[in-house]
């Protein structure tokens, strides 16, 4: 399995970014896809997720902000990141989980055992 992350950038507090994460080697719908974060000195943190190509979870902090979505054909993870604010300042990882051992972890790092190298995001007030 391999995955690499594009998209990151820098923008101003309410802007908006697209993050993509090409892939191969695994089966959407026997996987975990997901989104995690990590800024600077702090723990990776899950931001949103796709659990057997069907259920979609997403943290707290980026709810009704951040959209997920999977594209089949392209083998292609997005995450559209709407009304930025500076505390979503971290790099952003892509990463892959194998059922059935990521459904019972698929909101730690712990369930994921493919990573893409990360993208950075930084939102300045």
């Known amino acids: 399995v391999q995955v690499a992350e594009s998209g990151g950038g820098s923008v101003q507090t309410g802007g908006s970014l697209r993050l993509s994460c090409v892939g191969s080697?695994?089966?959407?719908?026997?996987?975990?896809v997901a989104w995690f974060r990590q800024p600077l000195g702090n723990e990776r943190e899950y931001v949103a997720i796709i659990v057997s190509g069907d259920d979609t979870f997403y943290g707290d902090a980026v709810k009704g902000r951040f959209t997920i979505s999977h594209d089949v054909a392209k083998n292609t993870l997005s995450l559209i990141m709407n009304n930025l604010k500076p505390d979503d300042t971290a790099m952003y990882y892509c990463?892959?989980?194998?059922?059935?051992?990521?459904?019972?972890?698929?909101?730690?790092?712990?369930?994921?055992?493919?990573w893409g190298q990360g993208t950075q995001v930084t939102v300045s007030s």
């Open positions: 990463a892959v989980g194998s059922t059935p051992r990521c459904l019972e972890r698929f909101r730690s790092k712990t369930g994921y055992e493919y």
């Open positions: 080697g695994y089966t959407f719908r026997r996987s975990c």
